[in-house]
């Protein structure tokens, strides 16, 4: 059901935001992370996740598991093609894609755009992200409003 919002959500974003002439013209998130979002994920990857860096500009912490060999990293214009679990901190997995998918990066949620720069197409990363670079205040699904969202994400491929 996620994903289906996920994918409905993407191409809605794509029929509204292309270029007759199917450039971009998507721009990264400008979110900014409240300090009492961030102090909240600090405590919960500080006692779960401790060798988790914090990217401090993007306001999330993640683990680089492979940097990926590809020539190519994300942007917001580009097409990416991803394997991914999404889980609750309480461990419950509300999302999961295992065969490959693809998405227009800056058509999804702010901490991928923000994380998913991080590695190469064959990389593999954690992200740990704070409400307001998931789906905020909004509940969406079995996902609770203002939760922070843990991903572990298999960047495939990347086209742009």
Known sequence: MIRRLIISISFCAVMISCK???GCNLTASGVVVPAAELAT???Y???NHPTATLNAGGGFYYEIA???TGSV????CSDVRVKYA???TNGFKFDEETTGITFKLGQLIPGWQRGLPLIKAGGSINLYLPPSLGYGSSAVGTIPANSILI???QLLDVQN
Do not use: E, H, R, S
Request: zero cysteines.
């Open 151 to 153: 991903f572990n994400i």
């Open 41 to 43: 994920l600090q405590t």
């Open 86 to 88: 999404g889980y609750l």
């Open 66 to 68: 492979a940097a990926g």
């Open 20 to 22: 007759k002439d199917n």
């Open 45 to 47: 990857v500080a006692a």
């Open 73 to 76: 990293m994300p942007a917001v």
